[in-house]
């Protein structure tokens, strides 16, 4: 075959043939949601994908601007439903570093943990569902039996399962049930051992591997340049994490390690590695929660919540490291009672844009393996 | 690691009246003004240049100043007339972990900004959401689509601080 134009393709006889245009989505149970990809075929190999978003947009900034900074809170948790515990995290911070206020010890401390519990669930929902769209069913039904267990944690502490309106500028809206301490560490002690039951279930698994390892590979420098960071970032490579390099709450007392992407299966940077650091997260998270249920102190937690928010005319940028990356807002206030704009950042919108460049000269089948080895939420890609 | 007004000189000395204004009065983070038809070359050379190495862009968000006049057009909804938009970039640098945050504000009635997407590919779909939901043109962008609107939306874009909803889109009932 000569490919002479962007377009057509001669082929051998002679005759002229032309790339297909093929549509995966909206409605197809692998892309996670609401998502077009547009794919230009040459046979089965991919020379273009073009993602279509919007599926889903509500202008949650729109919103933003009519609420006072606690009501845009739960807005927040509508973002990434799988990582709504971090998105408020996130805003809080945000929202106090704006104001220059401090909060009490205990606060950070059940911040911490509570983002690091859901650092796992939604880990646990990502490596469920990529081995579900590759093939394998079983470690999803094993992934959801753990993730519930968390959901049942937070279901104690603030009544809800998904969205939870828990963490507030300035504090939590109330403290952590009496049981809560006993049943972290009972979880902590049944959940170590499921990692390994987790890898010998999916991540050394021969098929599992013959489909992601080599596929998919992401240069660091490319990473960088197309503002990928979070699991990925580090997939390809580079020791990059928020929590240590740009660092907010609590997380400088805490001992834990970040792992990087070894290529132990293929190349540096592939799906199996963009897949393999999420598990080896799980633990770091871990040990994390771990270390914070040991020292947390006592103390109230919704002293230093904020009558009334009402911050300097100024913005700022505040970053977080949500389980999928690095999640900023931009908040700029006119001194009212209103945000006058809310930008959030969030880490699924921008890894979406590289798909064309993960995708090119791979197979059809490959891209379900990439898609699913980013993992984006579709929530806070439309916002 | 370099502070903002260090960077501000090296800016100021290398590319004169580009360079409008650092402004460090608000609490926060101080930014610098930047020409908006220059801002490409500025952060070329803010990638680039051996002591900044700025490779991360964080963010990229349009902003609606608001600044203008209202004019009111006699059923209640107001226009804006006049003043600016705005657009913030948050870079930092992988390497020698500084950030910087640069500003440009371009006209209301004609809103022109040179393009950063060649310098961080990241920009991309930042610049079409501000072109989306702003209404900002960015210059040499390759493929200034609408991202999250739909396609077909004509009603005007809806982070302006004086944008209204239209009484119907595609046959159905807008305001409910």
Redesign the interface.
Known sequence: MIIDTENNVKAQNGLRTEHMVLNMGPQHPSTHGVLRLELELEGEIIKKVIPH??YL?R?F??HAEAMSYPQVVPYVDRMDYLAAMYNEFGYAVAVE??L?IQVPERVDYIRVIMGELQRIASHLVAIGTYGMDIGAFTPFLYCFRDREKILSLFEMTCGARLLYNYIWPGGLSHDIHPDFIRSTKEFVKYFRPNIKELNDLLTNNKIFIDRTANIGILPVETA????ITGPNLRASG?K?DLRK?DTYSIYNKFDFDIPVGQGLQGTVGDCWDRYYIRVLEMEESLKIIEQAIDQIPEGDVTSAIPKRIKP??????S?VENPRG?L?Y?I?SNGSVNP??V?A?GPS??H??IMDELCKGHMVADIIAILGSIDIVLGEV?? | MKSAQEIFDLLKTKFGDSIIELVSTQPTEPFIIINPTEIDKVCFFLRDDEELLFDNLMNLSGVDDANGKNISDGDGATKIEGGTLSVYYHIESTKLRHKLVLKVSTQREKPDVASVEQIWRHADWHEREAFDLLGINFLNHPDLRRILMPYDWEFGYPLRKDYSNPEFYQGMKVPF
């Open positions: 978003i919007g947009h202008c900034e729109k570093r704006l220059g960088i340049n197309y503002g580079l990059w390099d300097p005319v100024g913005q700022i940028y970053r690095e900023g931009f700029m006058f704009r930008k950042r919108f921008v979406l844009g439309d916002r």
